[in-house]
């Protein structure tokens, strides 16, 4: 659930350090980006996703955090996320409906743009 009124750019500090501290620590860790039992596998799979996994349990408990904060019903947030990984990872990605509301992806500063 957007409240892009409620939103500072506290909030977009906040979620741009910590993708910058998420990117490094899977450039540090490449093995995170694996499930672990692949990479012993007899059978040499080591390309399984375990970030999938992780990314789905992470949504699960920001849906928790983001009702407790703002005190709306659990039930309101999406039970799956409306953005994949790759997305959320993304440096400038902001959602739509932020970007038109705080001017974030606007094509003169250069963030939140996705081309």
């Not at 750019?9 to 990117?23: G, P, V």
């Not at 928790?64 to 994949?84: R, V, Y």
């Not at 739509?96 to 996705?114: A, K, W």
Request: hydrophobic fraction near 30%; glycine fraction near 6%.
């Amino acid at each position: 659930m957007y409240q892009p009124g409620k939103r500072s750019d506290s909030c977009i500090n906040t979620i741009t350090e910590q993708r910058i501290a998420l990117e490094e620590l899977l450039e540090d860790s490449p093995s995170l980006r694996c499930d672990p039992r692949a990479i012993y596998s007899p059978i040499g799979k080591r390309t399984v996703a375990f970030l999938p996994e992780v990314f789905e349990q992470c949504y699960q408990k920001a849906r928790i955090k983001a009702a407790q904060e703002t005190g709306i019903k659990l039930s309101t947030f999406p039970s799956q996320c409306s953005f994949d990984q790759e997305e959320v990872l993304e440096a400038g990605f902001f959602p739509e409906v932020l970007n038109r509301e705080s001017g974030i992806g606007n094509r003169e500063s250069g963030i939140g743009n996705r081309e």
